[in-house]
């Protein structure tokens, strides 16, 4: 299998600094068929920092929980690397490795791109500002976001924790993207109620070419319209639970140098852009179980916290 040196270097980092891997812990690396030789360098890396390294290839997946053997291997290690094509952050097998202790970076969709350009970045700033807004979002009570665009949409938070991705993942049952840079918290999963026009991507689905208008009511999609993304987006969700079509999550972008590129491991990551998710999100504090977590980017927000603007077209202004 080619070996990608860049990749083997950036990710030496990474198991050592943002996960603080010891030499006498136990490290998994989880791919797919579709993130093979990716994920394969990463175990590389593991092993060339004298680490115990375990790589286990998954078969790709759209929904659901891992196989079996995935989540045994997921229960035993103590520091994770899933750079699978699926997000397995909210699957249940993740959420009981953590409970459990580990340690994991959940990377999902992660490519060549991604790894070579965006995994270096300034984690300093990014703790800085997600901690700082993720301590103003777990005592609010309100969020409102309102886009040119005619997005208005009041998504209710109060009693729910927010979390900081920042990067450092050195906690006993840490669990964050890489690259980082966001504060992301569960709504309350039966109110809120507006509109949200997505214009950035989609998860699995990518940039939307036109765009998409959701109608939120009760803490649910209630109307999909628009053109071409919007019928891709309906198709997406014709194999998925019902809960695929309630509120998830509220996020605010905290890397400055991360882009629009297409992918929402990146894109969900950009200063200046909020996202808001649905489906599964009983592993980030909320209630909702779904097959399926996925993100929606919406760029130039304008964000107010329990009054108080925070983002003014997507300029951070708190």
Same mark, same amino acid.
């Given at each position: 299998m080619n070996?990608?040196?860049?990749?083997?270097?950036?990710?030496?980092k990474l198991i050592i600094d943002c996960?603080?891997?010891?030499?006498?812990?136990?490290?998994?690396?989880?791919?797919?068929?579709? &993130?093979?030789?990716?994920a394969y360098g990463f175990a590389v890396a593991g092993r060339e920092c004298g680490i115990s390294t375990t790589y286990v290839e998954a078969p790709s997946q759209a929904k659901?929980?891992?196989?079996?053997?995935?989540?045994a291997a997921m229960s035993e290690a103590n520091v994770e690397f899933l750079l699978t094509s699926m997000s397995y952050s909210h699957v249940n097998a993740r959420i009981a490795a953590t409970n459990k202790g580990a340690r994991i970076a959940s990377m999902p969709m992660m490519n060549t791109d991604i790894a070579e350009n965006y995994l270096n970045a300034d984690y300093p700033l990014i703790k800085k500002v997600s901690e700082q807004l993720a301590d103003m979002l777990t005592t609010?009570?309100?969020?409102?976001?309102v886009t040119d665009k005619g997005t208005d949409v009041t998504l209710y938070i109060e009693g729910r924790s927010c979390h900081a991705d920042t990067g450092d993942l050195t906690e006993t049952g840490a669990l964050g993207n890489l690259p980082a840079g966001e504060a992301y918290i569960a709504p309350l999963e039966n109110v809120g109620e507006g509109k949200i026009i997505v214009d950035g991507c989609i998860a699995y689905l990518g940039p939307v070419e036109d765009d998409v208008i959701l109608t939120l009511s009760d803490g649910?999609? &209630?109307?999909?319209?628009?053109?071409?993304? %919007?019928?891709?987006?309906?198709? @997406?969700?014709?194999?998925?639970?019902e809960e695929a079509w309630g509120i998830a999550e509220f996020g605010i972008g905290t890397n400055p140098g991360a882009k629009i590129i297409g992918h929402? #491991?990146?894109d969900e990551k950009v200063w200046g852009?909020?996202?808001? %998710? @649905?489906?599964?999100?009983?592993?980030?504090?909320?209630?909702?179980?779904?097959n399926i977590h996925y993100d929606c980017?919406?760029?130039?927000? &304008?964000?107010?916290?329990?009054?108080?603007?925070? #983002?003014?077209?997507?300029n951070h202004v708190y």
């Open positions: 070996i990608n040196r860049k990749i083997v270097e950036a990710a030496k996960l603080g891997t010891k030499k006498d812990e136990q490290l998994l690396i989880v791919g797919d068929e579709k &993130t093979s030789e990716l659901g929980e891992p196989p079996a053997t995935v989540g609010a009570k309100v969020v409102r976001v649910r999609i &209630t109307a999909i319209e628009g053109n071409k993304s %919007a019928s891709d987006l309906k198709k @997406f969700l014709e194999d998925k639970d929402p #491991l990146v852009t909020i996202h808001i %998710a @649905f489906g599964m999100n009983a592993s980030m504090g909320g209630t909702r179980q779904s980017i919406i760029n130039s927000p &304008t964000v107010w916290i329990d009054g108080q603007l925070v #983002l003014d077209h997507g």
